[in-house]
């Protein structure tokens, strides 16, 4: 089965690993910084924080963002459940706003009307973390705006998106908003196995976070409450956890940021060829890049039209398995997930979404796919 992710490791990325296991430090060394350095240089943006996953950062940076009980959090339904449970982890309300039926992203149409309509039931979001699905950025322009008009915080989840660009920036670099997160998790553009990192421009927030990630523990001084016991001394000022990222997968990481543009730019020759071969097929609406973006293109999603095809969603998705195409749906509406609908969300509260997860598929989409496995995917779909 040809899947439909999957990473890339090479000879220097284990050596990397591998003089990492025979160094002093394991974790809490110099290949953190290192790493941090490399994405913060690489994003132009001040402050870059390594993490354990990307579930982690996305719960610290609410936590940094003063989310709690009593506040609302807004995202998009067509996510991983990651990108709404961190508002639950901090005790605040979530609430999802509609996609846009052509990029898929958080529609900022659907936004304005739910903030209009907010702002007169006194129930606005404290923050917004507008998903940049497949690696396309959402349209963070628009949405800062409506940030500065209503007074919300933007977190982007870019966890698909790290070496895409918007309006000519990297993604990350924060220019419309405090926050961004990226994922390393195996499947997406670079990896760390597990991992995860927040880029902010904001010193405040990078303070926080440092802390959060850490225990909500100090060495520095001039935040004691105290003077200094002694050599030994830190003083816990928060309650943190250990979300921090081990030295191993800082020095993986920093190996594969080397290939993250030929990552990309291999993506981007796997697009076209998708597109060239499947562009007959009237059953299938391909994807559409967005020109104030360049997409990271983590994702190659597909749509069908089930009635062109006679044949059901679920049909088409089980044949192209037996062909040994591992399609995939990103992703089920959050909203629709059992722990959702036992918070009292309902079956038709975004209706974008669920025709889209009616009628998506995600075909394999990794830098190391060969001509072969892209001629294999699309045969099988001109089969269908
Ligand atoms: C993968 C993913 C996450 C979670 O990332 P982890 O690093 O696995 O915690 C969050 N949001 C989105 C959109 C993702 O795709």
Redesign the pocket.
């Known amino acids: 089965m040809i899947p439909y992710g999957r990473q890339d490791i090479t000879q220097s990325d284990i050596d990397a690993v591998v003089s990492v296991l025979n160094s002093d430090f394991l974790t809490q060394g110099p290949k953190v910084p290192e790493f941090e350095d490399a994405i913060k240089t690489y994003c132009g943006v001040k402050y870059a924080l390594a993490m354990n996953?990307?579930?982690?950062a996305?719960h610290v940076a609410c936590l940094a963002l003063g989310v709690g009980p009593g506040d609302i959090v807004w995202t998009s339904p067509v996510?991983?459940v990651?990108?709404s449970n961190c508002a639950l982890y901090c005790g605040a309300e979530v609430d999802f706003v509609d996609i846009d039926p052509l990029t898929y992203n958080m529609s900022v149409a659907s936004l304005e009307k739910k903030l209009i309509q907010a702002k007169k039931d006194n129930n606005l979001p404290k923050v917004v973390i507008p998903?940049h699905l497949s690696g396309q950025s959402c349209d963070m322009e628009a949405i800062s705006r409506l940030a500065k008009t209503y007074g919300f915080r933007i977190i982007e989840?870019a966890?698909?998106a790290i070496g895409g660009r918007y309006l000519d920036r990297p993604v990350g670099s924060c220019a419309f908003s405090e926050i961004t997160v990226f994922?390393?998790?195996p499947v997406?553009i670079i990896t760390t196995a597990?991992?995860?990192l927040i880029t902010t421009n904001d010193s405040d927030l990078h303070h926080k976070i440092q802390l959060l990630r850490s225990h909500g523990i100090t060495r520095d001084p001039a935040h004691m409450t105290e003077a200094s016991h002694g050599p030994w001394y830190y003083q816990q000022i928060e309650l943190g956890f250990n979300y921090r990222m081990t030295e191993l997968q800082a020095a993986l990481g920093c190996s594969q940021m080397r290939r993250l543009d030929s990552y990309v730019s291999k993506r981007h020759e796997i697009f076209n060829d998708y597109v060239s071969q499947l562009a007959g097929l009237s059953f299938l609406k391909l994807p559409y890049l967005s020109p104030t973006s360049y997409s990271a293109l983590h994702l190659f999603i597909v749509r069908l039209d089930v009635k062109a095809l006679k044949k059901s969603h679920k049909e088409a998705f089980e044949e192209l398995r037996a062909k040994g195409v591992g399609v995939n749906l990103h992703y089920i509406p959050v909203y629709l997930q059992p722990y959702y609908q036992n918070l009292g969300f309902k079956s038709g509260y975004c209706p974008e979404a669920e025709t889209y997860y009616g009628t998506a598929l995600s075909l394999p989409m990794f830098p190391t796919l060969t001509k072969k496995d892209i001629d294999q995917v699309c045969q099988a779909l001109k089969e269908l």
Do not use: I
């Open positions: 996953s990307a579930t982690s996305l996510t991983f990651a990108s998903v989840d966890s698909h994922s390393f998790h997406k597990e991992g995860g």
